[in-house]
């Protein structure tokens, strides 16, 4: 699968940098927020654990601190890093793993980079190899990422809560579908602030979210198997 958004994460330059440019200053605000909200959604201890996009394994080593047996996936050899976790480069749309492999999947900052068509293919895929639960998160069109959605190189799509709704309800064998709004201010923005400022932005990023769901530009999605 190379759309434009996985060959741009396979360049050399992007992925040497990818964490320092995204995670340090304003960044860290950002990266600490969104592992709290994935930990909100995953207990990992004892479970095995898929992370599709895993990139440099930001999430694969949290969840393995925490107990859980977890493999990290990505199409791009350039951005795995080495860690506690395991690695492997594969295709999400093509997993290399036998059925009800895992019990718990994960996959952040990816199914964006996805075409409106494979979206469905890729929660069939993820479906066939958990047995338990997928996590992942989605943006939102009718939110501030709007502003700059044009600028953006991976060619980024969103998508409306409705809409993914309708596309779950009518894939057999998902028994339940949760959804958790989250940042007004889009994450992109954080990692070019300085910290102390990200600190303060954030509290009333999430004053606003918790009042005006609405708002939300990121949406943090619980499919439940059968």
């Not at 996985?6 to 340090?24: I, L, P």
């Not at 350039?78 to 506690?84: H, I, N, R």
């Not at 093509?94 to 929660?123: C, G, Y």
Request: hydrophobic share 40%; charged share 30%; proline share 4%.
């Amino acid at each position: 699968m190379k759309n434009k958004g996985s060959r741009w994460y396979q360049k050399k330059q992007v992925a040497r940098k990818y964490d320092e440019k995204r995670f340090n200053r304003g960044g860290l605000v950002l990266d600490f927020k969104e592992k709290e909200m994935v930990l909100s959604l995953v207990k990992p201890k004892g479970k095995k654990v898929l992370d599709i996009a895993t990139g440099t394994g930001r999430f694969a080593e949290m969840l393995t601190k925490r107990g859980g047996d977890v493999v990290g996936l990505d199409a791009s050899r350039e951005m795995l890093s080495k860690g506690e976790a395991d690695y492997l480069v594969g295709d999400a749309l093509r997993l290399p793993f036998e059925d009800d492999s895992f019990d718990v999947t994960i996959s952040m900052r990816f199914i964006h980079l996805l075409r409106p068509h494979q979206v469905d293919d890729f929660i069939k895929e993820v479906m066939r190899v958990t047995n338990h639960k997928f996590v992942f998160e989605s943006l939102h069109p009718m939110s501030l990422r709007m502003l700059y959605q044009w600028a953006l190189p991976q060619k980024s799509r969103m998508f409306s809560n409705s809409l993914m709704v309708d596309r779950f309800n009518d894939i057999k064998g998902i028994k339940d579908v949760r959804y958790h709004e989250k940042f007004l201010i889009p994450y992109g923005i954080y990692q070019c602030l300085p910290l102390d400022l990200a600190e303060k932005i954030i509290e009333f990023d999430e004053s606003v979210v918790k009042k005006k769901p609405w708002t939300a530009s990121t949406i943090y999605w619980e499919l439940f198997f059968d």
